[in-house]
């Protein structure tokens, strides 16, 4: 056996590791955007650890069906369905058919959001998160923003199943309905109505991404023939929820930058609406303040 410079033979390679190599390829060979990170994912969702502690299984420990999972992976199944598991900001969400799997894209939504809000005069913000899917945005808000009295709304009882269940033992608010016609009792009191709705056009569906064209829910992804019906809609919901001043914060599709801040006109009573980036630098969500009196 060949030694290193300091003389101590080299480590072999554990055949967990050496399976996720393969399982990588194959993974890759599949498609799927990121091979390496979702083979190590499923290797330790089977394994019981940490993708970082991924070296402390011993070969004997190794578990066959990783190659289960694995295949399920390669079929494009999403990775979430499958762990049953979403990370989104500091939270470990619940999520399996029937609601819309959180992408990363939109942490950085709610990021701005959460800034937005701490920058407010406020002492106990009221926000509003419409279209909640699996309750992520209101539970990172609700967490980030401590003193914040945040509500919720969705109207897919198949989401509903999941959002309860993160939702359990928190202080969010959550009702079921549309979120067009939602908190009627706070109109005029909010201070951020934050939503990230279908947007994709009906005319995309042949070029979304097999992960979610399969497997999240259609109510969850489009919304008429350019993808923003449903924003138009929520441009007047949220003006009606909102206290003068307060801001309106919608994320889209990064081929409709430019598009959506011209659904929130001064003519409609708003002001400085805006599109920003995601960390990818790519138009991802529009803002507005509810224009003064």
Not at 180 to 203: C, E, K, M, R, W
Not at 205 to 228: C, I, K, N, T
Request: glycine letters at 8%.
């Amino acid at each position: 056996m060949q030694q290193d410079p300091g003389g101590r033979p080299p480590s072999p390679r554990s055949v967990l590791l050496a399976e996720v190599a393969q399982a990588t390829q194959r993974l890759a060979d599949a498609g799927v955007p990121s091979p390496r990170t979702d083979a190590e994912e499923l290797a330790a969702f089977v394994h019981g650890v940490k993708r970082g502690a991924l070296h402390t299984v011993r070969d004997a420990d190794f578990d066959a069906r990783y190659w289960e999972v694995v295949a399920r992976r390669e079929a494009r199944e999403p990775l979430q369905h499958i762990t049953g598991r979403a990370y989104f900001r500091y939270l470990e969400l619940q999520v399996g058919p029937g609601v819309f799997v959180p992408r990363p894209e939109t942490e950085s939504v709610v990021g701005w959001a959460i800034d937005a809000v701490r920058a407010m005069d406020v002492v106990e913000p009221c926000i509003v998160d419409l279209c909640t899917g699996s309750g992520a945005i209101a539970l990172a808000l609700a967490q980030e923003v401590p003193r914040s009295r945040v509500h919720a709304v969705e109207l897919s009882e198949d989401a509903l199943v999941w959002t309860r269940k993160n939702m359990q033992g928190s202080r969010v608010d959550l009702r079921q309905g549309d979120a067009l016609d939602a908190f009627h009792d706070l109109d005029g009191q909010v201070d951020l109505v934050i939503s990230n709705p279908p947007y994709i056009p009906l005319t995309e569906w042949e070029y979304v991404a097999p992960e979610a064209r399969d497997h999240d829910p259609q109510m969850a992804l489009f919304s008429g023939e350019d993808g923003l019906d449903l924003i138009r809609g929520l441009e007047r919901t949220a003006h009606r929820l909102l206290r003068p001043g307060g801001v309106v914060v919608v994320e889209h599709a990064d081929t409709q930058g430019g598009q959506v801040p011209w659904i929130f006109t001064e003519e409609r009573g708003w002001a400085d609406a805006a599109d920003h980036p995601d960390l990818n630098n790519r138009p991802r969500f529009a803002t507005a303040r509810k224009a003064l009196p």
